[in-house]
């Protein structure tokens, strides 16, 4: 995750891909500088970022010249406590129809827990998305952060398989 401009030469040796977190997304001078570096951009939508928002975002990296550009929808906050926030598929499906960015769903930030995992997977598969992101850990109790959200290898092999994408 690349969160200061100055970050981007160094790395650009040593990433295949740039994320943007969710708390960079407004960080409109690193977008552009992106926009330029010519490597392909994961960006995550914000805390509390609006569709249109998070688009205009991605505009910012596309406007100056790299279309190499993947969305992930990692929720937004909310109310409800019961997920760690308030993933909408809706939007994913709005994403697909305004742009043509492929859309990648971060389960394990969107839910913060695991047991619920498959049927949004469906889920979110079923409303356009292109791919998933989960968290993965050979021993999940043992994780230094995220325990609770993330998979053991065995869980997300069935997880996989019971979503079976092509």
């Known amino acids: 995750e690349v969160v200061d401009v100055r970050q981007i030469e160094t790395m650009c040796g040593f990433v295949d891909i740039f994320q943007v977190g969710a708390r960079s ?29 998070f688009l205009r975002a ?8 790299n279309d190499r ?14 997920t760690r926030n308030h993933l909408d598929l809706a939007r994913v499906a709005g994403i697909r129809k305004e ?13 913060g827990r695991k047991d619920i995992a498959l049927p949004m997977a469906r889920a ?16 999940p109790s043992h994780a230094l952060s995220d ?9 997300f092999e069935t997880l996989m398989r019971s979503v079976s994408i092509q």
């Open 25 to 53: 997304m407004y960080h409109y001078e690193l977008l552009k500088e992106l926009g330029r570096c010519g490597r392909p951009v994961l960006l995550k939508n914000g805390l509390a970022a609006t569709m249109e928002e």
């Open 58 to 65: 991605a505009e910012y990296i596309t406007q100056s010249g």
């Open 69 to 82: 550009l993947a969305l992930c929808e990692r929720g937004i906050r909310g109310y409800d406590t019961y």
């Open 99 to 111: 742009t043509k960015f492929p859309v990648i769903v971060d389960l394990s930030h969107s839910l």
């Open 124 to 139: 979110a598969l079923a409303a356009g998305a292109d791919g998933l992101m989960l968290e993965v850990h050979p021993d």
């Open 147 to 155: 325990a609770r959200q993330q998979m053991s290898l065995e869980e």
